[in-house]
C-alpha cells in the first residue's frame, strides 16, 4: 500500500479512538429498480485501473451540472431547492433536457453546523431528500462541501460582494479586519485581495480555533447521516464526495510556495477527510480531491503551482478534480475574439495527465461561461470548446488524422443548472435594501444553463445542441477515441468544427448536415454492452449506427444477443440511450451515430461502413 493510503488508514482508527464515530444507523429498505432499468445498470462507481468504474467492469463517463448555486444563498437556507418537488422537477428536466447522468450537489457547512458542535439535522434530511429525487431519475450524485470567499459573514450588509461556506461562529471566532477588495472588477479578486478573507482562508487551514477538525465531525456526521438515510440501492448512486471546493491558502506562510502548501496542508487534509470518509461507512467511495485552485488558471500571473505534484499515487481512494473557467475570455481584455477549434485541447490535456500521473480517474468539476454581461456572446463558442476538449485531446481538424490520440473521455458538470435564474428573492448579507432577483442572484454571476418560464416549466438557456449531448455514458473495454460534432449555434451560425473528411464520400454522404459522434473502443470481454446517452435530437426511429457490429436505422430494442439497439435509460424521464454488444477480448470497434440522411440505403449503409472499416484499421488500429 502507498504512503498515502497508509496514513490515512491510519487516521481512521485515530478517528474511532476519539470517539468521533457515528453510529452506523439503520438504512432504510432497499428500493425498487428504477423505471427503464436493465440488469447491468445499478451498480456502484468506483475507480479502477485509473478509470471510473461500474460493478460490471465498464468505464464509466458522469456527465451533467452542478446543483446549484441557490445552496449559496439564504433565500432557501442553504439548499439546492426550495422543495423536494422542485428538485423533483429540476432533475427530470437536467435528464431529459440537457442530457446529464451525474450531479455535484451541493451542501453548505453554515447550514449543517449553525451552531458550533451541534448539527442541523433538519437540514440534512431536507438535503437528502433533494438528493434523493436526483437518484430516483437516474442521476448518480456526488455532494460537495461548498465554499466561495470563506463565508458570507465576512462581509458588511451594504458590501459589493458576498460569500458562502462557513457558520457565523467559525467567522466570529477569529478577529478579522473589515473586509475590503479595493478596486476589483470580478469577484474572485477577493481571493487574493480582501484581507478579511484570505486571513479567515489561513485559519480554517491552520486549524486556528479548531476550525478544520469541526469541519471534519461535521462532514463525517453528514456522510454518515446521508448513508443511513438512503436505501442501499439509492447509496449506491452516490459516487463519492467533494471535500473542498476551491481550495486555496488564504495566505501563504513566509517562504512557502503554492506547492509546498498544497504537499503540507492540502494533502494531510485531504486524508483526514478520507479517514472520515472510512468511519462514515463510504470506504468505497472516492475523494474527489481538487487542487490549489489556480494551479490550472490560464493566466500566466494568476496561475500557481500544483496539481497535487506530491501527492504520489492516490488509487483508487481518490479521483483528480478540477476547476477549469477561461479567465482570459472571461476578463474581456485577455482574449477578444471567441474561442475556437481545439481551444482547450492543452488545457483538458494537463488535467488528463495529472490523473494519469496520479494514477486515477480525472473529472472537471466545474466549468462554464457567464450567459449575461459584456463577455456573454463569447459563451457558445467557449462552451463548445470546452465540451469538445472532454470528449478529446485531439482538436476537431485533426482529429480524423488520430482518432487513437484522443485520450480517456474526461467526465465533467457543468456550473450550473439553478432553475430559479433570474426569480431569486435574494437579501444580499441580509440586507433588506439589497434584493438580489436577476441572473444567479450572488455577485453578479448568471451561468446558468436552465430557468423556469412563466408556467413554471423548465427550459434550457442555451442551444440544447450544446448540452444534450452524445456520449459514452459505460464502455465494455477501453476507449480509444470519441469525438461528437454537435452542430452548435453561435446566433445564426451553425458551428462545425469537426467535418467528416472529403476521403470518406459516402460517411459524409450519410452525415449530410446532422450530428454525428464516433466511439472507438476495445473489448475485455465484459458481457454488458457499451452504452451511449441519445439526445432528443436523436430519436430512436431516426437515428442511424454504422458499426463493425452491423448497421441500423432506427435501432430496435435491446436484448442480450442485439448487437445494436436502443433502451430507456434508468429513472422514468424519457431519456434515451444506445447499447451496442460486443462481447469478445481484445477486439477493436467503432460506431458512427448520426441522425443526418433520413432513411438510408443499405447500399449507403454499406459502403459507408467499408469505408469507416478501412479507415478504422489504418488509424486506430
Known amino acids: 500500500m502507498d504512503m498515502p493510503n497508509l496514513r490515512a488508514r491510519l487516521l481512521v482508527v485515530l478517528v474511532v479512538l476519539s470517539g468521533f464515530l457515528t453510529g452506523a444507523g439503520v438504512r432504510p429498505a432497499t428500493a425498487e429498480a428504477l423505471p427503464g432499468s436493465l440488469w447491468f445498470d445499478d451498480t456502484p462507481v468506483t475507480v479502477r485501473d485509473g478509470r471510473l468504474s461500474d460493478g460490471q467492469g465498464r468505464e464509466v463517463v458522469l456527465r451533467g451540472y452542478n446543483v446549484s448555486g441557490e445552496t449559496k444563498l439564504a433565500e432557501n437556507k442553504g439548499l439546492p431547492f426550495a422543495s423536494v418537488a422542485d428538485a423533483k422537477k429540476s432533475a427530470t428536466a437536467l435528464r431529459a433536457q440537457g442530457g446529464g447522468n451525474a450531479v455535484r450537489f451541493l451542501l453548505s457547512w453554515a447550514y449543517a453546523e449553525p451552531v458550533r458542535g451541534q448539527i442541523d439535522t433538519a437540514y440534512l434530511s431536507a438535503a437528502t431528500e433533494q438528493m434523493r429525487a436526483f437518484l430516483d431519475a437516474g442521476i448518480r450524485v456526488y455532494p460537495d462541501f461548498h465554499q466561495d470567499l470563506y463565508s458570507r459573514y465576512l462581509f458588511d450588509p451594504d458590501s459589493w460582494y458576498t460569500g458562502d461556506g462557513a457558520p457565523k461562529w467559525a467567522v466570529d471566532a477569529g478577529n478579522y479586519p473589515d473586509e475590503s477588495c479595493g478596486i476589483c472588477l470580478l469577484w474572485g479578486q477577493n481571493i487574493t485581495q480582501n484581507e478579511a478573507v484570505k486571513q479567515a482562508s489561513r485559519d480554517f487551514w491552520h486549524n486556528a480555533y479548531g476550525l478544520q477538525d469541526a469541519f471534519l465531525a461535521t462532514a463525517q456526521k453528514t456522510m454518515a447521516y446521508v448513508g443511513q438515510h438512503l436505501s442501499s440501492a439509492e447509496f449506491a448512486g452516490v459516487v463519492g464526495f467533494d471535500p473542498y471546493n476551491e481550495p486555496h491558502a488564504g ?32 470506504q468505497d467511495k472516492p475523494a474527489f480531491v481538487e487542487p490549489n485552485l489556480f494551479w490550472n488558471a490560464n493566466i500566466s500571473f494568476q496561475k500557481q503551482e500544483g496539481g497535487l505534484l506530491d501527492a504520489g499515487t492516490l488509487g483508487p481512494d481518490y479521483v483528480f478534480n478540477t476547476h477549469f473557467y477561461d479567465q482570459k475570455a472571461i476578463s474581456g481584455i485577455f482574449m477578444p475574439g471567441k474561442a475556437g477549434d481545439g481551444q482547450y485541447s492543452g488545457d483538458f490535456g494537463t488535467v488528463r495527465d495529472r490523473a494519469a500521473a496520479t494514477g486515477t480517474a480525472g473529472i472537471v468539476s466545474e466549468f462554464g461561461h457567464p450567459l449575461a454581461g459584456t463577455v456573454s456572446d463569447k459563451a457558445p463558442t467557449v462552451l463548445k470548446a470546452m465540451y469538445q476538449a472532454l470528449d478529446s485531446r485531439v482538436p476537431g481538424s485533426s482529429w480524423w488524422a488520430k482518432p487513437g490520440s484522443s485520450g480517456p473521455v474526461l467526465s465533467g458538470t457543468q456550473w450550473q443548472w439553478d432553475i430559479y435564474n433570474g426569480r431569486h428573492h435574494e437579501l444580499m448579507n441580509g440586507n433588506p435594501d439589497k434584493v438580489l432577483t436577476s441572473g444567479d442572484a450572488w455577485n453578479d454571476e448568471d451561468l446558468s444553463a436552465v430557468r423556469l418560464d412563466d408556467s413554471g416549466t423548465a427550459v434550457l438557456r442555451q442551444d440544447a445542441r450544446l448540452l444534450d449531448r452524445l456520449y459514452p455514458s459505460a464502455t465494455a473495454g477501453t476507449t480509444v477515441g470519441f469525438t461528437y460534432e454537435d452542430r452548435s449555434r453561435d446566433g445564426s451560425t451553425t458551428l462545425t468544427w469537426n467535418p467528416v473528411p472529403s476521403s470518406l464520400p459516402n460517411v459524409s454522404r450519410l452525415v449530410g448536415s446532422g450530428q454525428y459522434g464516433l466511439l472507438l473502443w476495445r473489448s475485455d470481454g465484459t458481457s454488458a454492452p457499451t452504452e451511449l446517452h441519445l439526445p432528443a435530437s436523436f430519436p430512436t426511429a431516426t437515428t442511424t449506427v454504422v458499426s463493425d ?32 454488444t460486443a462481447p469478445d477480448t481484445g477486439v477493436p470497434h467503432y460506431a458512427l451515430v448520426t441522425n443526418g440522411t433520413t432513411a438510408p440505403s443499405t447500399a449507403l449503409l454499406n459502403a459507408a461502413r467499408s469505408e469507416l472499416s478501412a479507415w478504422a484499421a489504418q488509424r486506430a488500429g
Open 251 to 282: 495566505a501563504y506562510d513566509s517562504g512557502q510556495t503554492s506547492r509546498a502548501w498544497e504537499r503540507d496542508v492540502l494533502w494531510p487534509f485531504y486524508e483526514k477527510f478520507r479517514a472520515r470518509m472510512d468511519a462514515a461507512g463510504w
Open 549 to 580: 457490429l452491423g448497421t441500423s436505422y432506427g435501432p430496435p430494442a435491446y436484448t442480450r444477443t442485439t448487437p445494436i439497439a436502443a433502451a430507456p435509460e434508468p429513472g422514468g424521464t424519457g431519456s434515451r440511450r444506445l447499447l451496442l
